[in-house]
């Protein structure tokens, strides 16, 4: 069984002293690609060596709304001169945050419509985060004309899910399904089609029920594959076969 985790911080400094360990009991799990997104300009060196350095890591960059404060003004440009180098596979992570409101909504669409233009320019998709904001995500993707993409971590409602579709997305579960709460995540679990999923952990973030208050790794990635064969008609090898093949067509991964 093949699977891809389709959004993991593999490189940041909770995996310093154990990442080869980790790595090695992913791929034993069946994670056999794992996406990593960029967060700041000041880290897309790291994950570039570490995706260079190791089979079936794959690149990503991006400014994430969160961190206005650890942008600089050349980053964007950065960001130009860094794709046509390095050839990631998407920009992100890139997105709006109105959960946290210390962070400038205005400073937050600048940057976020400034890095879907040069996604649109270089032919790539994005990898969104979004929390309290898909409307406005939404509204700036339709002008924006992106070449689709993944809404990270899906928290939305079943019409903001099927807006997303239309424009090209897969929508990314993760952790959060696995816990017995999480009702709007499972009624889309079951309504969505399966042809609109992607799997991810997230790491070292959103860790699966089973693993609550620890460090999530991309080994668990199949606890999100159960949780989603719990909810669904389809058989375990059927939904872990198409979700993979999802994020290969979006991704192009090889």
């Given at each position: 069984?093949?699977?891809?985790d389709?959004h993991?911080?593999l490189?940041?400094?909770?995996?310093?002293?154990?990442?080869?360990?980790?790595?090695?009991?992913?791929?034993?799990?069946?994670?056999?690609?794992?996406?990593?997104?960029?967060?700041?300009?000041?880290a897309?060196?790291?994950?570039?060596?570490?995706?260079?350095?190791?089979?079936?890591?794959?690149?990503?960059?991006?400014?994430?709304?969160?961190?206005?404060d650890?942008?600089?003004?050349?980053?964007?440009?950065?960001?130009?001169?860094?794709?046509?180098?390095?050839?990631?596979?998407?920009?992100?992570?890139?997105?709006?945050d109105?959960y946290?409101?210390?962070?400038?909504?205005?400073?937050q669409?600048?940057?976020?419509?400034?890095?879907?233009h040069?996604a649109?320019?270089?032919?790539?998709?994005?990898?969104?985060h979004?929390?309290?904001?898909?409307?406005?995500t939404?509204?700036?993707?339709?002008?924006a004309?992106?070449?689709?993409?993944?809404?990270?971590?899906?928290?939305?409602?079943?019409?903001?899910?099927?807006?997303?579709?239309?424009?090209?997305?897969?929508?990314?579960?993760?952790?959060?399904?696995?816990?017995?709460?999480?009702?709007?995540?499972h009624?889309?679990?079951?309504?969505?089609p399966?042809?609109?999923?992607?799997?991810?952990?997230?790491?070292?973030?959103?860790?699966?029920?089973?693993?609550?208050?620890?460090?999530?790794?991309?080994?668990?990635?199949?606890?999100?594959?159960?949780?989603?064969?719990?909810?669904?008609?389809?058989?375990?090898?059927?939904?872990?076969?198409?979700?993979?093949?999802?994020?290969?067509?979006?991704?192009?991964l090889t």
């Amino acid at each position: 069984m093949q699977l891809i985790d389709t959004h993991c911080h593999l490189d940041v400094t909770a995996f310093d002293n154990d990442r080869a360990t980790v790595l090695n009991r992913a791929r034993k799990a069946g994670v056999s690609h794992i996406v990593v997104p960029g967060i700041t300009a000041a880290a897309w060196e790291k994950l570039l060596t570490l995706c260079a350095n190791e089979t079936g890591l794959y690149p990503a960059l991006g400014l994430h709304p969160v961190f206005l404060d650890r942008h600089q003004p050349d980053d964007l440009q950065a960001l130009e001169t860094s794709i046509a180098r390095h050839n990631p596979i998407a920009i992100g992570e890139i997105g709006l945050d109105y959960y946290l409101p210390e962070v400038d909504r205005g400073q937050q669409k600048t940057l976020f419509e400034a890095q879907l233009h040069i996604a649109r320019d270089a032919g790539l998709p994005v990898l969104l985060h979004v929390r309290k904001a898909h409307d406005d995500t939404l509204a700036l993707l339709r002008k924006a004309h992106v070449h689709g993409g993944i809404c990270h971590a899906f928290n939305g409602s079943l019409q903001q899910a099927q807006q997303y579709i239309e424009l090209g997305f897969r929508l990314g579960f993760g952790g959060m399904l696995t816990y017995e709460r999480s009702h709007k995540l499972h009624r889309l679990a079951r309504e969505l089609p399966l042809e609109s999923m992607v799997l991810e952990t997230d790491a070292p973030d959103m860790p699966p029920a089973g693993h609550h208050g620890q460090r999530n790794s991309p080994e668990y990635l199949p606890e999100v594959l159960q949780a989603l064969t719990r909810l669904r008609e389809e058989d375990t090898d059927t939904i872990a076969a198409q979700t993979t093949a999802n994020a290969i067509e979006l991704l192009k991964l090889t």
